[in-house]
């Protein structure tokens, strides 16, 4: 952690410790409610990597980290929601475009949040969502598998692959509306709590304005696949709060101590290894990195499971959330070369 905690960090384990902790497994349970999102924007999370001029913060990468380690850890269905809203941000402040004057601000403020749509591009060459040019704007064909936050999120980042393997990606309101229907609520093993659905798109309109991004499907590959390999800060933060759990049962403390010790070493290569220029080249060391750390975030939430006992296979208990929160995690955002490798480390 940080040596002098930055405000937003000191901001995230307040909001942690006086709100998302106690409320972890009812939110688990009911969903996240709006309130939980407020609270976040109140906290000045949303605008973490927001440029300054934009009145975001504009914090150091270790920073971010930091404070989605602390939400994840805390409450993984709330850190979710809210990190979906990153990706649009940074794009946005990447890439001049006319929806950057319009959306910026009010997203790095928090005066509106987004979400993302736009996970399926990986499946290229299968292309679940198309996106069709038509005068004055874009038609997009097809279906997100995934969408989290809905009912949450006030804009989504969508995008489609054209005819000639070109990226679109685009700003549409995150509402049901003609050419995009929500399915009903996903019913997951974890994080059902997140508010996900998938999203038909039967011809939704777009207008050229709303465009943020057009990129070959190979460039966007480029820099997609090495940041996709890297170990997510969520990772960390569910392991590190499944040990204090064992840290403070009877006979835990020295596994806590043990464990402690190896997910801090492979964090601290996680985060070098994020730190450098995405290359193509670098990752299979990112994905070994990343493998190692689901192993150890296995391992901490199977502790806590076992310090708890057979309360741990109460619905209330916060080990057992922890641990299917882990086994979310071993999926999310996953690439077929990310399951090659776990897969492959799995194996006698």
């Known amino acids: 952690m940080t040596t002098t905690p930055?405000?937003?960090?000191?901001?995230?384990?307040?909001?942690?410790?006086?709100?998302?902790?106690?409320?972890?497994?009812?939110?688990?349970?009911?969903?996240v409610p709006a309130s939980h999102v407020e609270a976040v924007k109140r906290a000045g999370l949303l605008g973490v990597v927001a440029p300054r001029e934009y009145g975001g913060a504009n914090a150091p990468?270790?920073?971010?980290?930091?404070?989605?380690?602390?939400?994840?850890?805390?409450?993984?269905?709330?850190?979710?929601?809210q990190t979906q809203h990153h990706t649009p941000v940074k794009l946005l402040a990447a890439h001049d475009s006319p929806v950057r004057e319009k959306l910026l601000r009010p997203l790095a403020t928090g005066e509106l949040m987004a979400g993302i749509a736009y996970a399926?591009?990986?499946?290229?060459?299968?292309?679940?969502?198309?996106?069709?040019?038509?005068?004055?704007?874009?038609?997009?064909?097809?279906?997100?598998?995934?969408?989290?936050?809905?009912?949450?999120?006030?804009?989504?980042?969508?995008?489609g692959v054209t005819d000639t393997a070109e990226v679109v990606f685009v700003f549409a309101e995150a509402r049901e509306q003609p050419g995009l229907t929500p399915s009903a609520p996903m019913r997951l093993a974890a994080l059902t709590a997140a508010r996900t659905v998938s999203l038909e798109l039967d011809g939704l309109w777009v207008p050229?304005?709303?465009?943020?991004?057009?990129?070959?499907?190979?460039?966007?590959?480029?820099?997609?696949?090495?940041?996709?390999a890297n170990a997510s800060p969520a990772v960390f933060g569910v392991a590190y709060a499944a040990l204090d759990l064992v840290a403070q049962a009877p006979d835990g403390s020295e596994t806590a101590r043990s464990l402690r010790a190896r997910l801090d070493e492979v964090r601290q290569e996680a985060y070098a290894l994020a730190d450098r220029?995405?290359?193509?080249?670098?990752?299979?060391?990112?994905?070994?990195?990343?493998?190692r750390a689901y192993d150890l975030l296995r391992a901490a939430t199977t502790a806590a499971i076992v310090a708890g006992g057979g309360r741990?296979?109460?619905?209330?208990?916060?080990?057992?959330?922890?641990?299917?929160?882990?086994?979310?995690?071993?999926?999310?955002?996953?690439?077929?070369?990310?399951?090659?490798?776990?897969?492959?480390?799995?194996?006698?």
């Open 6 to 31: 930055h405000p937003l960090v000191t901001g995230a384990q307040r909001l942690a410790r006086d709100l998302l902790v106690p409320r972890a497994e009812r939110v688990d349970r009911e969903g």
């Open 208 to 228: 050229e304005e709303a465009v943020v991004l057009r990129t070959p499907r190979e460039e966007f590959a480029l820099v997609d696949l090495p940041r996709a």
């Open 277 to 291: 220029p995405a290359a193509h080249d670098s990752v299979p060391q990112r994905l070994a990195v990343k493998t």
């Open 61 to 81: 990468v270790a920073v971010a980290r930091e404070t989605a380690e602390i939400l994840a850890g805390a409450c993984c269905s709330t850190w979710f929601v």
């Open 120 to 159: 399926h591009v990986r499946a290229f060459p299968r292309v679940p969502v198309r996106a069709v040019p038509e005068e004055g704007g874009w038609r997009f064909e097809g279906r997100v598998p995934w969408y989290t936050g809905w009912g949450l999120n006030d804009v989504m980042l969508l995008a």
């Open 312 to 348: 741990s296979m109460d619905l209330g208990s916060r080990a057992q959330r922890l641990a299917r929160e882990g086994m979310f995690l071993l999926v999310q955002g996953q690439t077929a070369e990310a399951r090659r490798t776990h897969l492959g480390s799995l194996a006698p």
